[in-house]
């Protein structure tokens, strides 16, 4: 299952069908290799102490041992196909580089920042050939005049710079305003108004590709959890883009007729190594992003983990699959991932709401949606996230009734209620179980799906 913590109360044999996301951390604590196939170790034994004699007897079968690293490479590559992964290598050309500035305006947004800028190094620019400079400016939330790839901006590795410094020490540098200024801010990305400013390494185990910079123009302290959301994105999309290399490498070898073993061998275990990397990687990218959305909301921190959770035991009791537990969690989790795009002014406000800004809340899962559908490996969650708002009497947004609502989405909105119910507010403090029960149970077969407010009594009852 995706949550660590639960780990020791898991079953020693896994479930068939279980998600990467619950297999994931496991994989690099033994031998992942052997736990993704089953290797024969004796091909590293022997061959060094095999006779000529031997080796001959054996170099015939060669051949079908190519070809079946080739096919475990194609197993592996596919697991985090560009259609499953942030797919964010590979651009050919300037115009493809607007993504960049689309994630550089979402992480402004997600910590709350004036700037966010996001460059990377030549070799992983490759539709910006001809730069002279070795870190380029790919993306940026701050609004240019003209194009942002004419204007050239970036640095020389033996610059001493806002983002070569996090790219040279591979780790988190904050800057305040003395400093901002003594190594020559850009003007055209106003950085010469920035009081202080954030630079972290985008890294991989395997490669450093790029710097992620946010500033902020005026004296405003950046939240810690802010601040691992960004080093967290960072890490995430630079190991991405290291299995996205990786797997075109495999691509080639597997085409290759004259492919060698040691190499294929290699790659197969840098690949599954960075597998490893992606779910822990991934999940840590959904918890933290479950929290700055519940800091913005004024939830007390965990209060969308509480939600995760009891979806969770709610799945448990329905007897429902790993697999579908692992997509609950993370749907409950991001259940809510508009409001991290709203400002957070709506959220403070103590008065009544305009039009407007209900209508911002009203809409925040499909903003929610748009964002999740930028980030691919997610795209399985979404109709959960999307019709978790819906009603069992058909009045909710799209009029989806019954069981014509997904299970996930009908699991998930049993349990935000009742967290809800169950947690303090601005306006009234948190009910008891027993009364949030009872208000569910008269609210079945009109809000929820009666059979799962019984499941989730039951659930309650037992403790």
């Keep these: 299952m995706a949550q660590k913590e639960d780990k020791e109360h898991m079953e020693d044999k896994k479930e068939e069908g279980v998600s990467l996301f619950s297999q994931s951390a496991d994989l690099i604590d033994s031998d992942p290799l052997e736990e993704i196939f089953a290797l024969n170790l004796g091909d590293f034994l022997s061959e060094h102490l095999i006779s000529d004699d031997l080796a001959k007897k054996i170099s015939e079968k060669e051949t079908d ?4 690293l080739k096919n475990q490479l194609s197993e592996l590559i596919s697991i985090y196909s560009k259609d499953k992964t942030l797919t964010i290598l590979g651009f050919n050309s300037k115009e493809d580089y607007i993504i960049y500035s689309s994630i550089a305006k979402t992480i402004k947004e997600m910590s709350g920042v004036d700037a966010c800028h ?9 539709g910006l050939t001809g730069e002279k ?3 380029l400016l790919v993306g940026t939330s701050v609004k240019l005049k003209g194009d942002l790839y004419s204007k050239n901006i970036g640095y020389k590795f033996d610059d001493d710079s806002i983002a070569m410094q996090a790219y040279k020490n591979r780790k988190t540098i904050e800057l305040n305003k003395e400093e901002i200024q003594s190594l020559k801010p850009i003007k055209d990305i ?11 390494p985008m890294k991989s185990s395997l490669d450093c590709v790029g710097v992620i910079v946010i500033q902020n123009y005026e004296e405003k302290e950046l939240d810690p959890n802010f601040v691992n959301m960004c080093e967290i994105t960072a890490d995430l999309f630079a190991t991405s883009m290291a299995f996205q290399k990786e797997a075109e490498e495999a691509e080639e070898l597997i085409n290759d ?13 840098e690949i599954t190594a960075l597998i490893g990397d992606l779910g822990d990687e991934q999940q840590a990218f959904v918890e933290n992003l479950a929290r700055a959305v519940d800091l913005r909301s004024h939830f007390k921190q965990d209060y969308s983990r509480a939600v995760a959770d009891l979806s969770v035991e709610i799945c448990s009791e329905l007897g429902l699959n790993e697999k579908t537990k692992d997509l609950v969690y993370y749907a409950a989790l991001l259940r809510n991932i508009g409001k991290i795009t709203l400002p957070i002014e709506i959220f403070d406000k ?8 209900w209508a911002k809340l009203y809409n925040h899962p499909n903003i929610g949606v748009n964002l999740l559908m930028s980030i691919n490996f997610m795209a399985e969650v979404i109709p959960y996230i999307h019709y978790h708002k819906e009603l069992w009497n058909g009045t909710g947004r799209e009029g989806l009734s019954g069981q014509s609502i997904p299970l996930g989405s009908r699991i998930i909105a049993i349990a935000d209620a ?10 009234r403090k948190a009910m008891s179980v027993e009364k949030a029960l009872e208000i569910m149970r008269e609210e079945a077969s009109i809000k929820w799906d009666p059979m799962l407010v019984d499941v989730l009594i039951n659930l309650k009852c037992k403790k």
């Design 65 to 68: 041992k190519v070809a079946g």
């Design 118 to 126: 996001i460059y990377l190094t030549k070799d992983n620019a490759g």
């Design 133 to 135: 400079h070795d870190l």
């Design 190 to 200: 106003n950085e010469d108004k920035a009081v202080y400013c954030l630079s972290v």
């Design 257 to 269: 007729k004259d492919a060698d073993v040691a190499d294929l061998q290699h790659l197969r275990a």
């Design 350 to 357: 103590k008065g009544e709401l305009t039009k407007e800004e």
């Design 418 to 427: 009742y967290c809800a119910l169950t947690t303090d507010r601005t306006y």
